[in-house]
């Protein structure tokens, strides 16, 4: 059985079962049905096949939150990781409870900020960059006042709720993969034009939106806890956490270098979380459904090299027979902790679900909720 095997040796454009797999699958497709409409199965873009086969909608986390919000159902069963089911809980009503498959199932990035960091570096960073805090502002979500100089927090969505609410609380914004740019527009101009921006936690998605912005990377210091900036504070005017994704760390320009002595007329589309090298030498980048996008406008007969998570690429590669597309590093590994939601958790859920248990439950606290729903919806109104 694939399960079994070592990740990196998982052959992802395999689509037979084992006889193991084929039970499981045909167990959760039954107990889904006598569970009808009250439940929802979402799947992130990044989570295996024997998982997405029984996804309702498959999407990015933001996408996902809002087929929640949206649904009648009571229960949404969230097959993704474990901050992207927070924020479908602070998305959706009271009496819909969001489920996850197992709660063992984290991203690293996330957890490369925490609260208790962000809220012991915060004052250390605003005296050093003679900034003010926007929660001693009247109305924190309004432009700067002329000659005014804050630090204006925003926060990617792979981050905790916990991390959200502190930046709501604090004047700031959330944003996706897709809205970065025009996010941290919106963060600047409440940020004064002596001020600046406190990107968390991924470090290469703020420096690739600042360089869109036309921002020098000398004016981007990372901050890492317990040593502070990497350069001087004195000009930044995005101050990067020090956070990264484990998965798209490990695009490289050499791997772009040799994909195109193979395909000399191929295509490279790659996620902002890569390395700015590996971003700067792709022919573009963007969010997963930008990826998608993508792929579907090339020609047939194209071939495509994509820096993103396994599991989407083989996905795409099965959906697209008439284009050749590969992962950008062959050697790749799936993220470890999408891969931690196994068919097999599923259907424990769904069948304790059915025997009248609430199992996984995420619930956000709602002194939480309060700030990381402010940091939302300032997202939403920037990019409605
Ligand atoms: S791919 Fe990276 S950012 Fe996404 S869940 Fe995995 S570790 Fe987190």
Redesign the pocket.
């Known amino acids: 059985m694939a399960t079994n095997l070592p990740m990196c040796v998982v052959d992802y454009m395999d689509t037979t079962k084992s006889v193991e797999e084929q039970e499981i699958a045909d167990a959760i497709r039954a107990v889904r049905k006598r569970l009808g409409n009250r439940v929802l199965i979402l799947g992130h873009h ?1 989570q295996r096949d024997g998982i997405v086969e029984h996804a309702d909608y498959v999407g990015d986390s933001f996408m996902l939150s809002r087929k929640a919000a949206d649904s009648d159902a009571t229960v949404i069963v969230f097959c993704g ?1 474990h901050f992207m089911a927070e924020s479908a809980d602070i998305l959706t009503r009271e009496d819909q409870a969001v489920l996850m498959p197992t709660l063992r199932a984290g ?4 957890d490369m900020a925490t609260l208790a960091e962000v809220e012991r570096d915060w004052p250390t960073m605003l005296a050093e960059g003679g900034w003010k805090d926007p929660a001693t502002r009247t109305d924190p979500g309004a432009p700067a006042e002329e000659g005014a100089a804050y630090l204006v927090p925003v926060t990617y969505m ?1 981050s905790s709720a916990a991390l959200k609410d502190f930046v709501g609380r604090h004047g700031g914004v959330v944003c996706t993969s897709s809205n970065a740019k025009g996010v941290l527009e919106w963060a600047f101009e409440r940020a004064g034009l002596n001020g600046a921006v406190l990107f968390f936690p991924d470090q290469h998605l703020g420096r690739n939106t600042g360089l869109k912005l036309g921002l020098e990377e000398a004016v981007m210091p990372v901050w890492t806890p317990d040593e502070g900036a990497n350069s001087s504070m004195d000009e930044a005017r995005i101050v990067l956490w020090h956070g990264y ?4 760390e490990r695009f490289t320009v050499p791997q772009i270098d040799a994909f195109r002595e193979r395909y000399p007329t191929g295509v490279v589309v790659v996620h902002p ?1 890569c390395p700015r090298a590996t971003v700067e030498a792709a022919d573009d980048d963007g969010s997963t459904e930008h990826i998608k996008r993508f792929i579907e406008a090339q020609p047939a007969g194209s071939a495509i090299a994509v820096g993103t ?1 396994i599991n989407m690429v083989a996905r795409m590669a099965k959906e697209h027979p008439d284009k050749h597309i590969e992962c950008l590093d062959a050697e790749v590994c799936p ?1 470890s ?2 891969y931690m939601i196994h068919p097999a958790f599923l259907l424990d859920v769904l069948e304790r679900l059915e025997a009248g248990e609430m199992p996984n439950q995420v619930a956000v606290p709602a002194d939480v909720q309060q700030g990381a729903l402010v940091a939302l919806e300032r997202m939403l109104s920037i990019t409605a």
């Open positions: 990044y990781v991203c690293s990035m996330a792979n994704c484990s998965v798209h979380e998570e993220c902790t999408m």
